[in-house]
């Protein structure tokens, strides 16, 4: 089961709780003070890979002698 991050609209208050689909609607239906909020985004991504951050120096070493070593290579050296 999915946890959830509410909010207490009255409190200001953040608080998770474990439940179902269903069982979230039903919660906030009952409950018209507490509304669903996202306190941080998950990550879905490397930031390597994604190009951002450099990898270290001794991979990119690597990466440079494969690269030198096939012609037709095209290896991202950074």
Do not use: C, V
């Not at 906030?28 to 890979?49: E, G, M, V, Y």
């Not at 494969?66 to 950074?78: A, H, V």
């Amino acid at each position: 089961m999915p946890t959830y991050t509410f909010i207490d609209n009255e409190n200001g208050t953040h608080f998770e709780d474990m439940m179902s689909i269903a069982e979230k609607e039903e919660y906030l239906q009952s409950n018209p003070h507490i509304s669903q909020t996202i306190l941080h985004a998950p990550a879905l991504a490397d930031p390597t890979r994604l190009g951002r951050t450099k990898p270290e120096a001794g991979f990119r070493d690597l990466l440079k002698d494969i690269k030198k070593n096939n012609r037709k290579s095209k290896i991202n050296t950074w």
